[in-house]
T-cell receptor, first 110, second 116 residues
Framework: GQQVMQIPQYQHVQEGEDFTTYCNSS?????IQWYKQRPGGHPVFLIQ?????EVKKQKRLTFQFGEAKKNSSLHITATQTTDVGTYFC??????????FGTGTKLQVIP | DSGVTQTPKHLITATGQRVTLRCSPR?????VYWYQQSLDQGLQFLIQ???????AKGNILERFSAQQFPDLHSELNLSSLELGDSALYFC???????????????FGAGSRLTVL
């Protein structure tokens, strides 16, 4: 079945440093989404990418969808303590079966 | 408040027992998804319903079952519980099953199940 892997699994950064998480799917995706789960919270939708090579920005966050639509990345510039949480990518392949990645847990050291 | 309501928030029970988790989707959402998240783990897809019918199935154990009712609320039934079933169970709903945001999920706060 479809697998979606994320690396790294954990990342500790000093506040102000940049952070990147990578998402790789075993199959071609129709679209990819990113969610953030704060500690003790539930996943919250951040963004959706649909087109091959698409790049979208949300303030300090930059999301990219690979040309082959099998990988994606999330880059955070100048991390802040409010960025702490687990970031999940989620891919749609096949009819409405959303598969979540393994997640990257981000810790920001003040 | 995401608009997706899950009850109960916390549940403690013993091995061998049966529990029912309930989810009310966001108003207007027709699809309901169930996910299991064990401690510090990822989100395991269990099952999806659309307008009362099963749409997709993931790694859902035979001891687990779910349904979506005519009013669109959904229930996840977990039976013959084992210690390993202790987890956070999330329900999510989606806004439009056919449009470009078909699978954008809105999650509830989750039901934390502890099996002793």
């Amino acid at each position: 079945g479809q697998q979606v892997m994320q690396i790294p699994q954990y990342q500790h950064v000093q506040e102000g440093e940049d952070f990147t998480t990578y998402c790789n799917s075993s199959t071609t995706l129709s679209n990819i989404q990113w969610y953030k789960q704060r500690p003790g919270g539930h996943p919250v939708f951040l963004i959706q990418l649909v087109k091959s090579g698409e790049v979208k920005k949300q303030k300090r966050l930059t999301f990219q969808f690979g040309e082959a639509k099998k990988n994606s990345s999330l880059h955070i510039t100048a991390t802040q303590t409010t960025d702490v949480g687990t970031y999940f990518c989620a891919g749609l392949a096949g009819y409405q079966k959303v598969t979540f990645g393994t997640g990257t847990k981000l810790q920001v050291i003040p | 408040d995401s608009g997706v309501t899950q009850t109960p928030k916390h549940l403690i029970t013993a091995t061998g027992q049966r529990v029912t988790l309930r989810c009310s989707p966001r108003s207007g959402d027709l699809s309901v998804y169930w996910y299991q998240q064990s401690l510090d783990q990822g989100l395991q897809f269990l099952i999806q319903y659309y307008n009362g019918e099963e749409r997709a199935k993931g790694n859902i154990l035979e001891r687990f079952s779910a349904q979506q009712f005519p009013d669109l609320h959904s229930e996840l039934n977990l039976s013959s519980l084992e210690l390993g079933d202790s987890a956070l169970y999330f329900c999510a709903s989606s806004v439009d099953p056919t449009g470009t945001r078909a699978n954008v999920l809105t999650f509830g706060a989750g039901s934390r199940l502890t099996v002793l």
